[in-house]
């Protein structure tokens, strides 16, 4: 079993940045593929940004360029680093760890970009 619980969303103006975080319950980046969704109600839940256990990173074409994913292995916490952020942005977002017969999710953190 895994846990993975996220923090670091919040309000922010557009424009802005934010930086949520996701803490795996034990080590597993090395095997594990790592990955942030984002879903706002009423629609699907959809890729914001992944990065494979080998270390390459695939980004949803709405976030390219603006968001990075990243990950540190001493303290088992998974980054979204996001900027120029804008309302469309806005949705709760979830932390995905992902194998051959595993998968799990965190609980979500809202983000909202409003003025």
């Known amino acids: 079993q895994v846990q993975l619980v996220e923090s670091g969303g919040g309000l922010v103006q557009p424009g802005g940045s934010l930086r949520l975080s996701c803490v795996a319950s034990r080590s597993i980046f090395s095997s594990y593929d790592m990955g942030w969704y984002r879903q706002i109600p009423g629609k699907q839940r959809e890729l914001a940004a992944v990065?494979?256990?080998?270390?390459?990173?695939n980004y949803g074409d709405s976030v390219k360029g603006r968001f990075t994913i990243s990950r540190d292995y001493a303290k088992n916490t998974l980054y979204l680093h996001m900027n120029s952020l804008k309302p469309e942005d806005t949705a709760v977002y979830y932390c995905h760890a992902g194998r051959r017969l595993y998968d799990y999710w965190g609980q979500g953190t809202q983000v909202t970009v409003s003025s």
């Open positions: 990065i494979t256990s080998g270390g390459n990173t």
